[in-house]
């Protein structure tokens, strides 16, 4: 448990204890005042009952020394001059020299009747309630020493304290266990953050054991995005490398032959055209490059949107026969060179909402690939056949592509749909592959909300089988 950890957690139940403690001063303040103000009342309707007492005693005729009151309460008679005419306690040091100016004896002769409460003179520290009543001609005051008495419901319970006691320190065991859950995730968060700080972390987070909640939901989906950006981030360098790579491959064709072209005097016309010519298909083969990048690029910034953009790429109605046409008017001459047949069985009223740019690299990759890769002499086939999603109101059109040429190794069907991978590296690059048809080929398919694969073809040769969504063109 790291001291971070710990100061958090001895940090809440120091809360906790402030808390609690003023939750009790307050409610200690609260019954002493309940309390206090119940004896007042209690003790006032004691002394207005001594009141009446005296009051009966004397209309019978009794001499004022033969009147006890109970519980320890004396009173006093005063007239109305403000003399005082008998007090129980002739030696009584809380009667103040001008009676009249005590608060109850000034209220009794102004409304018939008024009580006061007030520490004594002679006594320190200790208070005495008085009341008083006007009664004919004179005024009855009684008194007595007034101590805080606890509610009856309190004086019947022994337990009442006991309990509020339990309650405590029950709230105080429900506070640390509640901590203890809350810290889990706290000590899974620093987990978390110093695996983020170190350098090849991925099995560390992926070994961080997050909590069935929230906070556990949180955590997973914080460790995952993290795993994403680093991956992104090693691929993105891993693509600049590579971008720069093949890149490097042309541009050092065209000026090592341009260099030829001016360093050499008595080069003849047919020479230079030769070297010339050279040249511009390195540049041919990079600006195919770029196109590729630019390409997927393209795709990846659709695929962060969460849907296919017409700001990046217009949808609209495309023919996939049409689009197939415009392919082998474009390319005819290479599978016209390579002895390779294209036999495509697609309706001509095939259609599909979707990009004709997308569609036309896609097709056009494989075809490529298959020329590049397969050999001389080849056959390719495609069909196709449309197909309606059930309960979604929109149809697929499902397709299969093959190819009669040299195939690729079953290990590596994984991996063609990489960028830049290829599987046999001198011969792709005396071929000029970029390693990126595959790769537009399988984010194009992505892009229509379908899925492709790779096989193998029984008796040599590759199958692709892949599936194109009819896309809304508010999309």
């Known amino acids: 448990m790291s001291r971070l950890k710990l100061k958090y957690r001895y940090r ?33 309707t004691e002394l207005s009952d001594a009141v009446k007492q005296v009051e009966d005693s004397l209309s ?21 001059l403000g003399e005082v005419v008998y007090d129980s306690r002739q030696n009584d040091i809380s009667i103040p020299d001008n009676v009249l100016n005590a608060t109850e004896v000034a209220n ?30 004179k005024i009855i005051r009684s008194y007595s020493k007034f101590e805080i008495s606890r509610p009856a419901q309190v004086e019947k319970d022994n337990n009442y304290f006991i309990l509020i006691a339990i309650l405590l320190f ?18 899974t968060y620093s987990e978390l953050v110093g695996a983020i700080k170190e350098k090849d972390n991925a099995n560390r987070l992926a070994e961080i054991k997050f909590g069935n909640d929230e906070l556990g939901d949180m955590g997973k989906e914080i460790a995952s995005t993290f795993s994403q950006l680093e991956q992104a981030k090693k691929y993105k360098q891993q693509l600049s490398h590579n971008i720069a790579h093949e890149l490097k491959t042309p541009l050092t064709g065209v000026k090592a032959y341009l260099e030829t072209i001016m360093n050499t005097e008595d080069m003849t016309p047919e020479q230079m055209r030769k070297f010339v010519g050279k040249a511009y298909s390195q540049t041919l083969r990079l600006a195919d490059l770029v196109g590729e990048v630019s390409t997927l690029n393209k795709l990846d910034e659709s695929s962060e949107l969460g849907k296919p953009s017409e ?52 097709f056009k990759n494989l075809i490529d690939n298959s020329i590049e890769h397969g050999g001389q002499g080849i056959q390719i086939s495609l069909d196709a056949g449309i197909e309606q999603v059930s309960g979604e109101g929109r149809y697929k059109i499902n397709f299969t592509y093959t190819d009669t040429g040299k195939g690729v190794p079953a290990e590596a ?24 048809g595959l790769s537009i080929v399988k984010n194009a398919v992505l892009f229509h909300k379908g899925t492709i694969t790779a096989s193998e073809r029984e008796g040599g040769g590759i199958i692709f089988k892949f599936s194109l969504y009819s896309l809304d063109r508010e999309a």
Do not use: W
Request: with cysteine; charged share 25%; glycine share 8%.
């Open 108 to 137: 009794a002769l102004a409304s018939g009747e008024g009580s006061a409460l007030r520490s004594s003179v002679g006594e320190p520290g200790t208070e005495y309630l008085y009341f008083a009543r006007k009664s004919g001609d």
């Open 311 to 362: 700001a990046l790429y217009k949808i609209g109605e495309v023919n996939i026969k049409s689009c197939l046409d415009d392919i082998l008017e474009e390319i005819g001459y290479k599978l016209e060179k390579n002895n390779v047949t294209f036999t495509p069985r697609v309706s001509s009223r095939l259609k599909i909402n979707g990009c004709y740019n997308l569609i036309y690299s896609l």
């Open 12 to 44: 809440l139940v120091i809360y906790l204890l402030i808390l609690l403690t003023l939750l009790a001063l307050f409610f200690l303040l609260y019954v002493s005042r309940q309390s206090r103000g119940y004896s007042i009342s209690a003790l006032q």
């Open 413 to 436: 069907l994984d991996r063609i749909f990489e960028r830049f991978y290829r599987v046999e590296e001198g011969r792709t690059r005396r071929t000029g592959g970029s390693g990126l």
């Open 170 to 187: 029950a709230l105080i065991a429900a506070f640390v266990y509640v901590l203890r859950r809350l810290s889990k995730p706290i000590s």
């Open 60 to 80: 019978h005729r009794k001499r004022p020394e033969s009147i006890i009151l109970e519980g320890g309460m004396g009173f006093t008679l005063i007239d109305t």
